[in-house]
């Protein structure tokens, strides 16, 4: 069975670069053979897409964030990282992975901007 599991800081200054990680593990899935998805939701608010890693490594990022996210992989370590910079107070969210043949869900990592 296929788990995800987020990583990182649990708090950023403003103006700084996030940096996630999402590790898969279980079964025999490899990152290059599914799409991944990042996935966040703000305090109060739906869920927002952010972006996504093909199986082929392209990521195509939502316009509502513009060139302030990034999306990579290490097939190696079986990870999708993400990226955020410049970030602000409205950034504060949970942030998920998600994907998989079965589009599965990590736990979600919690991130609060703070100064």
């Known amino acids: 069975q296929v788990r995800l599991q987020e990583s990182g800081p649990g708090l950023v200054k403003p103006s700084q670069t996030l940096s996630l990680t999402c590790t898969v593990s279980?079964?025999?899935?490899?990152?290059?053979?599914?799409?991944w998805n990042w996935i966040r939701q703000a305090p109060g608010k739906g869920l927002e897409w952010m972006g996504v890693?093909?199986?082929?490594?392209?990521?195509y990022v939502s316009p509502a964030f513009g060139r302030r996210a990034s999306i990579s992989r290490d097939t190696s370590k079986n990870q999708i990282a993400l990226n955020l910079r410049s970030v602000t107070l409205e950034d504060t969210a949970v942030y998920y992975c998600?994907?998989?043949?079965?589009?599965?869900w990590g736990q979600g990592a919690q991130v609060s901007v703070t100064s």
């Open positions: 998600a994907g998989g043949p079965n589009y599965v």
């Open positions: 279980g079964g025999s899935t490899t990152i290059n053979a599914n799409n």
């Open positions: 890693l093909s199986y082929d490594g392209n990521t």
